[in-house]
Every structure is written in C-alpha cells, then in structure tokens.
C-alpha cells in the first residue's frame, strides 16, 4: 500500500512540475525532467518536485510511517522512450543516473542531495549546505529551503549576480522622473523590457536604492514557471514576505497577521478579511490542484485600496518581476492598478521578456524601458570590475567578446574562468557555456521542435548568416525558409541585419548561435559544412561574398584539408597584400596546424614546407630578422629541402636565415649566404630573385665598411626590383625589395657627403612608399629616412620622419622598426638642443635590444654618448664607446668606426686634456678608417678636429 501511494504521488507531482516518472524494478522511483523536450529551470522543478513528495510524506498522519531519500543530478544520459506521443522514458542510463543514485545512497531519511552542476542550475536562492559523501566520494548540497525563494530586487538581497552595474542611465533617468510624479500622488507603471540575463532585475535593485532613501515601502511579486497556473501565487508569495510569514503557518496565525494588517489600514471588513485569506491560501506552495480563479468577492479591489492605504503612509513601490511567467490573475491585477489607481504614491515596476505578453503590458505603461545589450565600453567596464588579477589580456577580451553585452553571460563567463583559471579557455569549445545558461538557451531552442534544423544549419554558417544561403542548403522552398526565420526572429533567436543588404540575419547572442553548433551531431554538422562550403564555391556570384578563410573554415569542418588549404593560402595572400600580416601569419598557422595531418610523408612535407615559406615573411614583418621564431621558421623550412636544390623556394630559406643572421651581427656567415643566393639567382636570371640577391650583397658590403661597393650593390637591386612583381615581393621577402635598396642608398649618400643624391633618393624613397599602401614599407623607410637625416644633423626633417615611422609601428606593432623611430627621435630632439631626449634614446635601444637585433648598435650608442658629453658625463660617455668599439671589432662593422673613434676622442679630451696623446691617436684612427671606408662626413668632422690640435702636423695627403 506504501509503494502504492509512494508512485502515485510521485506521478501526480511528476506531472505537475513537468517530469515523467519511471518505475524502477527494485521499486525505486526515478523522475526525469528535460526529456523529450528541455525546458527552462528543469533543475528547479526537479528539487521542487522532491520538495512537495519529502514534504507529503513527512507531514502523513496514517500509520505507515515512511523515510525518503532523494537524490537529484544534472547532466547527459541515456534515455529509451516508450512508444505513443508521450514518449515517456522506459528505461534511463548513463552517468547522471550513477550520479544521482550515489546521492540518493548518501541521503539521510527525508533529506535532499543535489549534486554541485545541479546547484549551479538554480536561479533561486534555495538555502543548502554542503556534505561530504561517504567513501571519499565527493561532495554535495543538501537542499533546506521548502518554501518559495525570495525576490533578488530587494535593496538589501544577497545576490552574485547583482555585483556590479553598468550603463543603463537613460532607463535609470526614466525611473527617477517617474519616481518624481508618484511621489507627487501620480501613480506610474513602468514596463522594464528584456531579454533573458539583459539586467532587468539589477536596474530595479539600482533603482531601488535610490528609492529607499525616501523611505518606500518595497513589494516584491516575482514570477514562477512553476507556478502559472496558482491564481496570485506571485501576490502571494509577495505577501507572505512583507507580512513576515515563513514557511508553512497555521489558519489561525496567517488570520490574525491579515487582521491586524487591515486594521492598521482601515480596511477591516469581512470582505476584504476573506479576500486576502483567501489569495494568501490559493497561492501557498501546497495548493493542489492549481486553479484558474479563486473563490473571493472582487480580491483585485482589496489589493489595490491595501496599496492605496500604504501610499498613505509612505511611498510604495510594487514590484512585479518576471510578468511573462505570471499567473492570469496576478496579470489581470497589474491591468486593474493601472486603470484604477489615482491619487497614489504608487509606482508599479513590471519586468517582463520580449513577447505578446510584453506588448499588451506597455499598452497600460506610462513609460517602457526597452533595455538592450550593453556597448562595447560599458561591456569591458563591467568586466574589469569582475576580471582576476592574473587573467591575461587574450582571456579578458575572449570574455567581453563570447559575452555579447549581455551582463549576466559576462559574470557567469567571468566566474566560471575565475574557478577554472586558464584551463577553462583552452577547454572544448561547449564548456564555454555556463551550465546555468546552457538551460535558458537550450530550452529556447527545443521549443522550436523540428523547426529548429534549420536553426542548427544556420548556426553552422555562422552568427551571421545570408538567407539565400541558407535556402540553397536546407533545399527548401524560399517561402518556407523565410516562414521559419521569422518565427525564430519571434522567439528573440534570430533578429535581421539592417546595416546590410536585405534578407541578411544575425544570431540575438554568440551563445545562441554555439549552442545551436553544438546541438548538431557530428555526422550531420560535418555534412552542413560540406554543403556550405559547396554553395559558396559552386555559384559564388549568386551567393553572399564569403571571405577564403570563411570558405577554408567550412571545408576542414567537412573534412575536405586540401580545399581548405587552398583557400586559407588565399587567405593569407590577400591579407599580405592589405599588409594585414598578423591576419596572414594567423592563416599560414592554420594551414600548418592542417598539414601536419596529411598522410603522404612526401605531400606532407612539401606543404609544410610551402607554408613555412608564406609563413616566414610575416613573422619577420611583425617580429623582426633577429627574432627566435624567424630563425626558427627558416630552419624547419630547410631542414625539408634538399641541400642541392636550387629553387626559388631555397632561396627564400636563405633569405629568411641570413636576415636572422644579419641583424644578429654574424655578418661573415650573412656574406656566405648572400653569396651563395647571388650565385643561384644568377643561374635563374628571374628580376625578383636578382633583386634580392643584390640587396643582401649591398647589406653586407655597407656595414663592413665597403660603402662604394654596397651603393653598386643597392643601384642593381633597385633596377631590378623595378621589373619584380611587387605582390611576389611582399609574399616572398615582405617588403618592397627597392624600398629596401633604396632606404640603405639613403645611408650610402649621407655617410658619404653626396647631399644631391641623398636629396633626390630620399624624395623618391617617400613617394614610392606612400604609393604602396603597404604600411610596414611605410614604417621602414620611414625609419631609414629619419637616421640617414640624423646623420647629416637635419633634425627637424629627421624627426618628422621617425614621428611618422613610430605612428605606424604603433599601429602595426612593428617591435624593431618602433625601437629604432624612438632612437631617431631622441636623436632629432637632443640635435635640436632638447638636453633631456637621452632617456628616449636609451629606452629605445633597449627596446631595440629585446627583439634580439643589435646590429644598429654602433650609430645609437655613438648618439648615447654624445649626449652623455653634452652633460659633461665624459667618463660614463667613454666606458660606452669602448665597449661598442669592441663589439664592431668582433662582429666586423666598420660603417660607423670611424664616428666612434672622433667622439671617443673628443670623451678623452674632456676626461683629460687635448694634448693628452691618446687624442690625437684617436682622431688619426678616426681619419684613416674614413678613408677606408669613404665615409666623407666623418672624414670631416675629424679633419677639422685634427687642425684643431696643438701643434698638429699638416697630412701630407688626405
């Protein structure tokens, strides 16, 4: 007979929260919720359900006497349905059955365990405690609330979700003018309109604050899903709150706190004393079963002169939260108070979702506030409010972004990445999602039934989505899909685009549209895939433009890796032409990370190889020659050729290590490698390589000192890059080769005194970099510029153009070339007689130093120096030129000795005297490296140094 009432009360309440029952055969009786179709709060109705059976059984009079043990668990299982249109479950398996059970054993009689993703489900503020399990098992949360949870608008409630607040000040100024008018006896409804998570309930709690300091009286009616069918169960409960009634209380004490309360009010008739026992009973969480009306004589007149009555004495302001989840009688209230309430401090606060619900309301409101999601400001505002100190800048921005200005996806996003650390980034792409939004979402989403496949193919061509597309490949009459679209549209799934083209749509939320994806099996995701991906390349003209790494995208989801790396070379190409080369080296990556899964040892090995190729300009671009990951590129590119290949594509293999080399100063073993590039580019006889056979030649030639031998060198360079396609220069060696050239002719001419020549290939420099629109040309040559005018003691020009070289590295992030611009400009300012620019100069170089290059060492240290002079820092000035002298004496750069040798003289002269013997031994060395090398500019300045000495022998010939 126990077991008997035990499965009828289990199917009754079952029923009653949404459940199926399934009967065990040990006698256990299972309630599933979610199945077939996931509903919103599943998790509550479950505890709720187990509440009202643990509560039945605990409060039974006869004398079976009965100790339940409850256990509830919150995840995927295995469910065989019976047959017939109720589908109830036979028989349920899996791992949250295990878990379930396992609570259910650690249960004490009459006790409720809940696992922890169970807990993480709940919206309301059910009170628990945490237990340990037996066994090691783990832990849980006994469940100890059995009465309805309260509201979280309160002023004082506890609530995570309110802990921070942003934006919103149009709808808070709204509120406070309405504020105004009730508290001058105009009573206001305001419709507070949103979506789930948009921060309805935070608006009013700000509000509410506000409000307090005016001594309102606060009633709270929140809505239940649970409960739409009790008549005032929302008022109910509201009540019961303000009057200080707990839990379940006697007839005679709930009589006796009604009384006293209509009796403070003037309202102490039998009518109104019936009305309110009579709401107070039918919204009770044991009112069983739920009706649609009460039995009472006009309630809806007693609850407004009740309000009436408070106004009276302070200004009240109702609260009606989550109206789409009311009761009709407790809707048909909200009507009555706006068309019966006058001469009221009385404001109506009524918050509801989008919907028809949600259009009739603000036809009774004053004033509506449709809240919308937060901007990109208020969105990092918000979260640098809730963001962990040791959360990287990547983890913060994927946090703002996946949360899409929603406030309640930031902070469960936030809190979840703050209990998980970085692990929870780098975790499957589904775990993104909040379990506690995962239940909102997904019951949105299963109520569509079988509309919703084409919810989940639009899902997997992205959060924007075209609607020509779309019917290509759902193969559906376009009448149908447009049908489909606009019932998701009005569910708040879907919205259209109305900055773009017509018949253009956008996911609501980035969660909507991941969730969608992963409701896809994969059988069928990788076939919606291949079908986009057919579409977009099959009839491009007649499909929305797609962009190749979309394209790429949709092909390795297909499991098509050849097609897909066809298009994201197209990809980085076209980013490379744009000099978007973060893009490109992220699409070359890509491709790598593809190829290395290709099974032909022979196909794999030449693709990764094609790859690193693409790959290596980018890196130096953004990294610079001297990086790791340059040199590291370039060896793994080579260490895939053979040592007797003699292709365009070694060439670029040795391009890429001699520019790591080069910039490191190994300039011997950079000269081979260029020799060896000049002797092969010869054979092929092809402009491009010619070109940058030449450049390297001249590169090595200027900073050995050979400045005669490197303006050659640069003159053929610059011939042939002018029959070079520039797009295979920009792909294959990342600048512009005559650029390059040109820049060191730029240096050539200055350091050897041809004014004339610098003037017109620094005119012709600037004009061909702006003309390429290319920016990282723009920065370099800019660079070259600034120095070849420092140089020659232009310091306005000088710093003109390191100005505009740091703008673009700034812009860019281009490490080395920012590092130089800052050299440069300390240079231009200190020769402008800015004494203070040597911390510039010196932050520059360290900068310079960091991206691993030193080969600029030599002119930025003798500028260091002469500004240390300039402060009569002659000791602190000679230990620096010392030790640069020994660092161009190892790695053999001679282009700037001879400057080094003056100013050292000049460092000894002031440490000394001018007649001490080491000066004019330096200024003889200085003379005689210029002539080496044919710097005529500093040939000069030591020549006229030289006359200046005591007793100075005139050269014989100079």
Same mark, same amino acid.
């Given at each position: ?18 459940? !199926? ?20 709060? =599943? ?52 791992? +949250? ?12 009689? #009459? ?5 922890g ?15 340990? $399990?037996? =066994? ?64 309805k309930?935070?608006?009013?709690? @700000?509000?509410?604050q ?18 739409r ?13 303000? $009057? ?24 102490? @008739? ?24 009460i ?7 007693? $609850?407004?002169?009740c309000f ?27 009507? /009555? ?52 100190r ?13 949360? &899409? *200005? ?15 650390? *970085? ?7 589904? @775990? ?6 995962r ?8 109520? $569509?039934?079988? &509309? !919703? ?16 597309l ?7 009459p ?33 969660? +909507?549209? =991941? ?21 977009l390349?099959?009839?491009?003209? #007649?499909?929305?433009?797609?962009a ?18 066809? /298009?994201?070379e ?11 080369h973060?893009? %490109? ?44 990951e ?10 895939? !050729? ?27 073993? %950079? ?32 900073? +050995? ?7 050659? %060198? ?19 060696y ?16 200055a ?31 800019s ?42 400009? *300390? ?5 402008? *007689? ?13 900068? /310079? ?6 080969l600029?060492?030599? /002119?930025?240290?003798?500028?260091i ?28 750069e001679?282009y ?7 100013l ?30 044919g ?18 022998? !005139?050269?014989?010939?100079?």
């Amino acid at each position: 007979m126990l077991f008997a009432k035990l499965g009828t009360i289990c199917a009754v309440t079952a029923s009653e929260f949404g459940g !199926k029952l399934v009967n065990l055969p040990n006698g256990q009786k299972l309630l599933v919720f979610g199945v077939p179709v996931l509903k919103e709060l =599943d998790a509550e109705r479950a505890v709720l359900a187990a509440q009202k059976i643990l509560r039945i059984f605990k409060n039974d009079d006869s004398t079976f006497q009965a100790q339940l043990r409850c256990g509830i668990a919150s995840g995927v299982g295995f469910v065989v349905p019976s047959e017939g249109p109720s589908l109830s479950p036979q028989d349920v398996s899996g791992k +949250v059955f295990d878990e379930a059970s396992l609570l259910e054993k650690n249960a004490c009689g #009459n006790t409720l365990l809940v696992s922890g993703n169970t807990r993480s489900l709940f919206r309301s503020n059910f009170e628990y405690r945490q237990v340990q $399990l037996s =066994d090691g098992a783990g832990i849980a949360f006994e469940v100890l609330q059995s009465i309805a949870p309260p509201s979280t608008t309160l002023p004082n409630a506890r609530d995570k979700s309110l802990s921070a607040f942003a934006g919103r000040t149009n709808e808070l100024k709204t509120l406070r003018l309405n504020w105004s008018a009730v508290k001058d006896d105009k009573p206001q409804l305001i419709l507070i309109e949103g979506d789930p998570g948009i921060g309805k309930s935070r608006l009013i709690h @700000t509000f509410l604050q506000k409000a307090g300091s005016d001594q309102a009286l606060v009633l709270n009616f929140s809505g239940s899903v649970h409960h739409r069918r009790t008549p005032f169960f929302p008022v109910a409960q509201g009540l019961y709150s303000f $009057l200080g009634l707990k839990g379940l209380q006697s007839p005679s004490l709930i009589g006796s706190v009604v009384q006293t309360l209509l009796v403070d009010l003037k309202l102490d @008739t039998p009518r109104n004393n019936a009305n309110l026992r009579a709401i107070l009973k039918s919204g009770g969480l044991d009112s069983h079963p739920p009706q649609e009306k009460i039995s009472a004589e006009a309630p809806l007149q007693t $609850l407004k002169d009740c309000f009436h009555q408070l106004s009276q004495i302070h200004p009240v302001v109702l609260v009606f939260e989550d109206a789409h989840w009311m009761d009709s009688s407790s809707l048909e209230l909200i009507a /009555y108070l706006a068309e019966t309430l006058t001469k009221s401090r009385v404001l109506t606060l009524v918050s509801t979702r989008p919907g028809p619900g949600a259009t009739e309301l603000a036809d009774l409101a004053d004033s509506t506030c449709r809240m919308q999601q937060l901007t990109r400001e208020q969105t990092r505002f918000l979260a640098s409010q809730l963001r962990p100190r040791d959360m990287t800048d990547a983890h913060y921005e994927h946090v703002v972004r996946k949360s &899409d *200005g929603i406030p309640l996806f930031l902070e469960e996003l936030m809190n979840i990445a703050i209990d998980r650390g *970085g692990d929870f980034f780098e975790e499957r792409r589904e @775990t993104l999602i909040p379990a506690s939004l995962r239940e909102t979402l997904a019951a949105r989403i299963s109520h $569509l039934g079988n &509309d !919703k496949d084409l919810l989940l193919m639009a899902s997997a061509i992205g959060g924007k989505f075209d609607q020509k597309l779309l019917t290509d490949i759902a193969g559906l009459p376009g009448k149908a899909v447009k049908k489909h679209l606009a019932a998701f549209q009005k569910s708040g799934l879907i919205f259209p685009r109305e900055d773009e083209e017509k018949n253009q749509y956008e996911f609501k939320h980035g969660l +909507v549209q =991941d969730l969608a994806y992963q409701s896809i099996g994969p059988k069928v995701r990788k076939e919606f895939h291949a079908r986009i991906a057919s579409a977009l390349t099959r009839d491009p003209e #007649n499909q929305p433009e797609a962009a190749a790494e979309v394209i790429a995208h949709h092909f390795e989801q297909a499991g098509n890796v050849a097609a897909s790396l066809d /298009y994201l070379e197209i990809a980085g190409l076209q980013a490379v032409r744009l000099a978007a080369h973060k893009d %490109a080296g992220k699409h070359f990556r890509k491709a790598l990370e593809l190829a290395r899964g290709i099974e032909s040892h022979q196909k794999r090995d030449s693709t990764i190889s094609r790859f690193l190729l693409l790959l290596g300009p980018q890196m130096i671009t953004n990294h610079g020659f001297a990086s790791e990951e340059v040199q590291e590129v370039y060896s793994k590119a080579r260490t895939l !050729k053979k040592p007797q290949d003699r292709s365009s594509e070694n060439l670029q293999m040795i391009w890429g290590l001699w520019g790591a080399h080069m910039v490191k100063a190994d300039i011997t073993f %950079a000269q081979e490698l260029s020799a060896d590039f000049l002797e092969i580019a010869l054979q092929l006889q092809t402009a491009l390589e010619l070109a940058a056979g030449h450049y390297m030649t001249g590169v090595g030639a200027f900073y +050995v000192g050979d400045l005669q031998g490197a303006e050659k %060198a640069f003159l053929a360079a610059v011939s042939d890059a002018e029959r070079a396609d520039f797009e295979d220069m920009v792909t294959n060696y990342s600048l512009d080769l005559g650029i390059l050239a040109r820049s060191y002719l730029c240096w050539c001419y200055a350091l050897t005194d041809q004014p004339r020549k610098l003037q017109a290939v620094s005119e012709e420099l600037e004009q061909m970099a702006s003309d390429s629109d290319h920016a990282f040309c723009q920065a370099f040559s800019s660079c070259f510029l600034a120095t070849a005018n420092n140089f020659c003691g232009k310091s306005a020009d000088a710093q003109r153009h390191a100005l505009k070289a740091m703008e673009l590295c700034g812009n860019q992030d281009f490490a080395q070339q920012a590092a130089q611009a800052a050299i440069n400009l *300390g240079r231009a300012r200190f020769n402008s *007689g800015d004494t203070s620019a040597l911390p510039l100069m010196e932050k520059g170089l360290e900068d /310079y130093l960091s991206t691993g290059a030193i080969l600029a060492r030599p /002119y930025a240290e003798a500028w260091i120096a002469e500004a240390l002079l300039e402060k009569n820092d002659a000791k602190g000035a000679l230990v620096k030129l010392n030790d640069v002298r020994r660092f161009t004496e190892t790695t053999g750069e001679a282009y700037f000795d001879a400057e080094l040798m003056r100013l050292s003289a000049v460092a000894t002269t002031q440490l000394h005297s001018a007649e001490h013997p080491q000066v004019r031994k330096l200024l003889e060395e200085s003379v005689a490296i210029a002539q080496q090398t044919g710097a005529e500019l500093h040939l000069n300045t030591s020549i006229a140094l030289l006359r200046a000495q005591p007793a100075l022998k !005139k050269p014989d010939k100079i």
